[in-house]
Each structure stands twice: as C-alpha cells, then as structure tokens.
C-alpha cells in the first residue's frame, strides 16, 4: 500500500495563494459608489476562499460604526467578521503569519498609510482583497482609493442603478446637508445617482 499523507477530519492545509507562479502575492480593489455591492462583491470573494480552506483575515476602520465593530455588513446584511482598526499599521500588528488572504473594507475610511500597508501584505505573499468608495460625496476621487487602484493588479469597478432616472450610476447623492467629507451613512443619507442627475 502507498504511503499516504494523514489527513484529519478531511481536512488538508489551504493550497498557497498563488497566481500564475508559485509564492504570489496580489492587490484586488474593488470600488464604486454606494449601492454598487462593493462589500458583497469582498464578502463573496472572501467566502470562496473560506471554502478553499485558506486563512482569511478582514479588517475596517473603527470610524466605520454603522452595523457593529466586530464585522463588515453589505446592504444585503450578509456578514463577516472584521477586526476594526483605528490606524492603517495597526493591521501589521494584527494580522497573523499564516494569514493567507487578507479583506479590508471602506478602504477610503483608512489614513494615507494604507496603500504602504496593504503593498506590504502583498509583497509578503498575501491576496489583499480591498472595497471602498472611489468618490466622495462631491464626486471628486477619494486619494487613497485612486492610489490603491493604481497599485492594485486587478481592479473592479461596480456601477450602481441611479435612483432618479435609472441609468447606470457611478456617483453618491448625499440627501443631508453635513459638510464633513467621510460621513457614515446609508439608505437614508444618499442615494445612488448617475453623472447627469448628481448635484454639487
Ligand atoms: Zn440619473
């Protein structure tokens, strides 16, 4: 009989995050406005890692509170567990070694540091997944987002459906009148708009 590696309960350590040559390393960001499923696009993809048995780590900013510390929630309510962070390094500190794939969501909540961290996970082998909104509440380009898509392998943009005319919308309405540039907020603070029916 040929000698076969033990393998407990069926299960085998997770395969090593790799992409075209062994020992990869990559940066995904996935970005749009509000309503685009941005953070259900970053909970699906974490999930099928989940499945592939590899070691997934999320993290979000302490400034983001609408649902609960201790977890990243889409509009759909589908949760995941997060750790939240007040300061980009802190992610380094907490993150594991054998942490194979890492997920930070409402990157664009995130000091300027975030680009230099998530370029360090992977350059040490990581899959850094990252979703945020690429537009602030003006529509001018969030910089850590614009940096973090310029570094990214691969970047994905969602469009949301404008709630004014129905066509694609790339652009987040706010409905108050708060001046503060990161205001969180949902259903009740904006709306998803398209370029002809968004206003300054
Ligand atoms: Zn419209």
Redesign the pocket.
């Known amino acids: 009989m040929s000698k076969k590696k033990v393998v407990r309960n069926g299960h085998r350590p997770a395969a090593a995050v790799s992409w075209g040559h062994s020992g990869g390393g990559w940066i995904e960001a996935v970005v749009g406005s509000m309503f685009s499923g941005k953070t259900q696009e970053l909970i699906r993809r974490l999930r099928l890692a989940q499945i592939a048995r590899q070691k997934v780590q999320v993290f979000n900013s302490a400034l983001d509170v609408r649902y609960a510390k201790d977890h990243i929630v889409s509009h759909d309510l589908n949760k995941t567990p997060s750790i939240a962070v007040s300061k980009s390094r802190e992610i380094l500190t907490r993150i594991d070694s054998d942490t194979q794939v890492v997920g930070i969501d409402e990157v664009q909540f995130f000091d300027a540091e975030i680009v230099e961290v998530c370029e360090k996970l992977a350059g040490e082998g990581r899959r850094v997944i990252v979703a945020g909104l690429d537009q602030d509440f003006r529509g001018e380009p969030f910089p850590v987002t614009s940096r973090l898509m310029g570094v990214a392998e691969f970047v994905t943009k969602n469009l949301a459906i404008?709630m004014?005319?129905?066509?694609p919308?790339n652009r987040s309405q706010r409905l108050s009148s708060g001046r503060k540039v990161v205001e969180v907020g949902a259903a009740d603070k904006y709306e998803a708009?398209?370029r002809?029916?968004f206003k300054r």
């Open positions: 404008c004014v005319c129905g066509n919308a708009r398209c002809r029916c």
